[in-house]
């Protein structure tokens, strides 16, 4: 009889640690990773710097053209990074790969951007315009409700770009 009660509540301990309730979102201050359920208790820097930007940039690219953009970007949590942050539709550029706006990642100290070196694969598939994006670290920062970062990235073969980028949240 000890055995089986002994059974059952090793059985019970083990649900109830399979059902730890806390914060699974891993772009929170407070992921657990533990947890196996989420109960809404995330907790999330720089949520006043998530949303749209109107923004217009200035590059130039390996051939010496001068390009000005006008579009929007959007800035979202991602990267399982508390204090970091995505700026989706960096320099106006799709990821081929995703046929999506293509994204970045940011780390957010205070009001200064830092963009890491990052490698974004394209789609090398024969018939396919191979597109990888090589972005190059380089620091913005924001003032207010407006952003402001340089641009600068090697395409495909090296073939670099770099201008500045300036916004205002919407």
């Known amino acids: 009889m000890r055995v089986f009660f002994s059974i059952v509540l090793l059985v019970l301990l083990n649900l109830l640690n399979s059902c730890q309730p806390g914060c699974t979102d891993c772009n929170a201050t407070n992921y657990d990773p533990d947890a196996k359920k989420d ?27 001068v390009w000005y953009d006008y ?39 205070g009001d200064s951007i830092h963009i890491p070196y990052q490698f974004i694969e ?4 024969p018939g396919s315009s191979f597109d990888d994006f090589e972005i190059n670290e380089k620091t913005g920062y924001f003032a207010g409700d407006s952003i402001y970062f340089p641009i600068s990235y090697n395409h495909n073969n090296g073939d670099p770009s ?3 980028c300036i916004g205002k949240k919407i």
């Not at 720089?46 to 109107?54: E, H, P, Q, R, V």
């Not at 394209?122 to 598939?125: K, P």
């Open 39 to 65: 109960n809404n208790s995330c907790v999330y820097n720089n949520d006043n710097l998530i949303g749209t930007y109107d923004v217009v940039d200035s590059t130039v690219d390996w051939s010496q053209q």
């Open 71 to 109: 579009y929007e970007i959007e800035l979202k949590h991602g990267g399982c990074n508390p204090d970091g942050l995505v700026i989706v539709n960096y320099a106006n550029l799709t990821n081929h790969l995703t046929n999506s706006p293509l994204e970045v990642e940011i780390n957010i100290t």
């Open 122 to 125: 394209g789609d090398d598939t």
């Open 162 to 164: 770099f201008g500045h």
